[in-house]
């Protein structure tokens, strides 16, 4: 009752920090799509800089998200900047992988077929391997997201607000309806988040794609 | 149409994939490239449409060298059908079939008119399966849009790489029936791989043999059968093959050529002269003998001479002239039916001027196809 009360009573400072947070973690996964999918697309055909490129990611994604903040202050400073960077860099591991995967496993097939047939290398991209891996590379957008969204709420540590600003000023107040309120907050966004995705990697896969067309023995 | 000119591939700079490769596709022709895996015949045809470049030598298509197309442009204008069949699974069958088109800007509206006859064309009426999707068709429907797509930019030329073996036994047949069947109405110039020598000898207006990078025999089907050039074709094509396609088998190839004449005026005294010379027991008998071969008008044998009492009767009056006519290239099976029918022992064979051009006996039969008989113990 305590809880509903509070949101009642702070609904739009909440809803003031439900933006905060969205806008961290929605400018940090989209630049990680702008850059992560691309250089996804370019180390396919190359498995030596694809094992650096991925190495490096790997790498990234194990450093503490504290630390990386706290690393991060040194070159943004204080603020939503730096908590931007340090989120899309984690969010860059999921959406290059899953790029990767993606592409490599669109069968050699499809690619004979479509240089048969006289397509040049961009056609092949954007009307074969694109349409074929756009579940797979929405898979790592949607894993990316849902990690941002659960990693955003440390930002507030370096002054960058959103919904982690409830949770800790929760914890210093005791306040424990403000705790919950941002966590719940912060779950759900995650949950809305991927669902969201998830309607627009339906909208974005082929008919042909889904598993009840694929009854039929392929050969 | 298109003409090999010493052609080379080799891979790993050693081996000789393909080597000093010779040879000319007429137009209309389909050609089937046949040998065992890692002959060359797949690397062979991927060079017509520079999927594979060649190391040395060059290709001509229509007189002009296929380095002087671009290479997209080329590949726009050579149908093209895999053994995977390779759909895209993402694209309805009406997109698939329109790709290739639409890549060289022809217009929306007759696109897809043209993709609807083409459709029709390979017996998957549009209205039920232009907008379905790869998943839901059977696995021989699919290779039929896949011929639909190769065909769909009116090209000249068609490219197949074992385009059926993935199909199960009746599904094969039927394609390959249907194949015939497009082919006789559009006569596009054809290159058909495959490994499957009955394939091969059903589909092929000529077919090239394959072993090690060469061309061991390119010739029409019936010729392999008959006449291999060495044991590697004898044994790829198989001892029994005779067997697989007894129509292949003309009545010159069962006829005994050693053939007694005798002219029309001649007396029973001199037939019964000339068989016993030549140990025969029967004659055909000729307008001109003194040629080599003269026109057919009937056969004497031996029983005709029975309750002859006069020896100077001529052969005309005794000659069995309402005999089966035969000629050189009636098939086999033709000619075992006639002779069941007419109930001969001796079936003239003549030429296409009706000179004698051998006879058939049930020894000459026999004679031949024990050499066919393939080495099986069990019969």
Redesign the interface.
Known sequence: MKLIQFFVDNGNYILQKVGEHLYLAGVAVLLACLVGIPVGFLITNNKKVATIVVGVANTIQTIPSLALFAFAISVFGIGADNAIFALFLYALLPIIKNTLIGIRNV?P??I?????????RG?IMF??EV??AISVIMGGVRIATVTAIGIATIATLIGAGGLGQLIYQGIGMMNYEMIFAGAICSAALALLADFLLGLVEKKL?????SKS??????? | MIRLEKVRKTYDGQKNIVDDLDFEIRKGELVVLVGESGCGKTTTMKMI?R?IEPDGGDIFINGKSIKSFN???????IG?V?Q?????????VRKNVS??PL?CKKDKAEVDRSVEDLLRLVNLPPEEYADR???????GQ?QRVGFA?ALANDPDII?MDEPFS??DPITREQLQNELLSLQEELHKTIVFVTHDIDEAIKLGDRIAVMSEGRIIQFDAPEEILKNPVNSFVESFVGKDRLWKKPEFLKAEDVMNTKVVTIGQNRSVAHAIELMKMHNTDVLVVVDKPTESSGKILGVVGTNRFKGVGDNTIKMKDIMKSDFPRISKDMCLVDVLKIRKSSDTLYSPVMDENGRVAGIITNASIISVLTKYIPDREDY
């Open positions: 069968s097939t499809m004979e077929a479509a240089r048969g047939m006289g397509m040049s056609q009307q074969v349409p074929l896969t082929s008919k042909g794609l067309m694929q009854r039929a023995k392929p050969l | 449409n999927l290479k997209n442009e080329l590949r726009r204008n093209y895999i995977d069949i390779g759909l895209f699974p993402h694209l309805t790709i290739v890549l999707y790869p998943g839901e068709l059977s696995g699919q797509r490219l993935a199909l």
